[in-house]
């Protein structure tokens, strides 16, 4: 990894005409004053249905403190000439492995400017953080981040996410007169309670949801997992 840092760090270092030590300078946490210029960047990359709670979501997910002397969440800029070009989120965290707690972090909100998409600045950014901390583990990937996390680790699965609506007087709140909510609300909840139980009739599933309380526990099944997916 280290060679590989070095290396990544002399090409994308020529790209933008600096010094090796001065790219690494300009790889920094960001602090409140960086939020505005943050959220242009993610707007234009991401999406401008963010905006309304863009601001919001960055205050709570992250310390823009500027420090990096205690383990707080930190959103580290990548910023050449006072332009944002990449960042990435550091979410720390401990796991559990055979009763040893082991300091780690998972990278979020990765993102790169387009106009140096394929340069290899999002591999750098995370190669720095691992070079600086124990361990960096990821959780699938989101379709803004895939190349990037595949050329980190070995192939992840999509990020997915699935909602199921459970109590429907949140939902209809806002779209139902109050007078006729309570009824409206009890009868689409019914609906659900049948779907569910029709959705779970049939055979007896292979697969199941439980929670994971000691990791340590399943290390070793998931390690096998794994080993069999890449033999495949």
């Known amino acids: 990894m280290v060679i590989a840092l070095e290396k990544i760090t002399k090409i994308i270092a020529r790209h933008f005409n600096v010094t090796p030590v001065a790219l690494y300078e300009s790889f920094a946490p960001a602090r409140e004053s960086d939020l505005p210029a943050i959220i242009s960047f993610r707007q234009e990359r991401l999406s401008k249905s963010i905006a309304w709670q863009d601001d919001a979501y960055l205050r709570w997910r992250y310390d823009f403190s500027g420090s990096v002397s205690t383990e707080l969440n930190r959103l580290m800029l990548f910023k050449i000439n006072g332009e944002i070009l990449g960042l990435i989120g550091v979410d720390f965290a401990a796991l559990v492995c055979r009763g ?19 340069l290899g600045l999002g591999v750098w950014m995370s190669s720095v953080l691992l070079r600086d901390h124990s361990l960096m583990f990821a959780m699938g990937a989101s379709s803004s981040a895939r190349t990037i996390v595949q050329k980190s680790f070995t192939p992840m699965p999509d990020l997915g996410c699935w909602k199921y609506l459970l109590k429907s007087s949140r939902y209809l709140n806002k779209k139902i007169h109050p ?6 609300t009890r009868c689409v909840d019914l609906g659900l309670v049948v779907a569910r139980k029709w959705l779970a009739r049939g055979k007896k599933k292979d697969w199941q949801f439980a929670p994971v309380l000691n990791f340590s526990l399943h290390a070793d099944a998931l390690e096998q997992l794994v080993g069999s997916y890449r033999d495949s």
Request: hydrophobic share 60%; net charge negative; glycine share 4%.
């Open 100 to 118: 040893e707690r082991i300091a780690a972090f998972n990278p979020l909100d990765l993102l790169v400017a387009s106009h140096v998409d394929g």
């Open 179 to 184: 007078l006729l909510l309570p009824i409206i």
